[in-house]
């Protein structure tokens, strides 16, 4: 058996890139909704989006899905996709946008290392808009590793601290 990888320094994920059914509802979404800007069109069939600077966060394409419908449940594919905001208030001023366009949110919890929302967007892909607590304050068990949970989540406060913020 082989040793395990312990882990690449500066290593992350890059981006997503999903699949939809409607790209201009999908862009829509992600740009007025999330908050994302688009970066670069391919034509009618594909958009790139980022939050910054970046070249993309996210990526969207009609390829194969131009149409589609959301892959059954008790598939495999896509969970979901998570955003992380870079704080209390920026992650209640996103959930108060999310709400306000309609859309419902499936959970929300508090995992002691993130507070976390999740819902489903236009196309049915599983999203996760969160913010991670500093590293100093993530709980740890006794042998140093981290604990996670799933606790209650005051949503509502994530919105008041949203709209004090502005």
Not at 8 to 34: C, N, Q, T, W
């Amino acid at each position: 058996m082989s040793k395990p990888i312990e882990g690449i320094p500066k290593a992350h994920v890059g981006h997503a890139h999903l699949m939809v059914a409607d790209l201009e509802r999908a862009v829509s979404f992600y740009r007025d909704v999330i908050g994302m800007r688009v970066v670069l069109r391919y034509g009618e069939q594909a958009a790139f989006m980022s939050f910054d600077d970046y070249h993309h966060h996210l990526g969207l394409n009609t390829w194969d899905s131009k149409g589609g419908t959301p892959p059954p449940k008790g598939h495999t594919g896509l969970y979901h996709v998570a955003f992380v905001f870079p704080d209390r208030a920026s992650l209640g001023q996103v959930i108060d946008r999310v709400q306000k366009a309609g859309f419902v949110l499936t959970g929300a919890a508090d995992h002691g290392v993130s507070e976390a929302v999740y819902m489903n967007d236009p196309d049915g892909n599983g999203v996760e808009l969160y913010r991670d607590r500093p590293q100093v304050e993530w709980p740890t068990g006794d042998d140093g590793n981290i604990i996670m949970f799933n606790e209650r989540l005051d949503v509502a406060a994530l919105i008041a601290e949203g709209r004090s913020a502005r």
